[in-house]
Nanobody, 118 residues
């Protein structure tokens, strides 16, 4: 099992920026994909961005050009730089490591609240 600890959420005005961090520990051998999901009140959890061990990235259409996912493999840490934030970005953001041949279960962080409001 992988333990994921997130930080960096908070309250920001529209147009502002935040940077989320997530550090993995435990069964971290050869983690390939890491990423971020988010869940807004009354909505389903949605995939925001992913990054592989070789730094290949994917983004949801709603955040392309505004969010950047990055990764420090030596620190087992993934980041989400969020710029030009909008009220519709308000959600709880979850760090995520999918199940694979070394991990039988998907791992989730505890979640960090991001609120975009004036």
């Amino acid at each position: 099992q992988v333990q994921l600890v997130e930080s960096g959420g908070g309250l920001v005005q529209p147009g502002g920026s935040l940077r989320l961090s997530c550090t993995a520990s435990g069964n971290i051998f050869n983690i390939n994909t890491m990423g971020w999901y988010r869940q807004a009140p009354g909505k389903q959890r949605e995939l925001v961005a992913t990054i592989t061990k070789v730094l290949r990235t994917t983004y949801a259409d709603s955040v392309k050009g505004r969010f950047t996912i990055s990764r420090d493999n030596a620190k087992n840490t993934v980041y989400l730089q969020m710029n030009t934030l909008k009220p519709e970005d308000t959600a709880v953001y979850y760090c995520w490591v999918p199940a694979d041949i070394w991990r039988s279960r998907t791992s989730w962080g505890q979640g960090t609240q991001v609120t975009v409001s004036s």
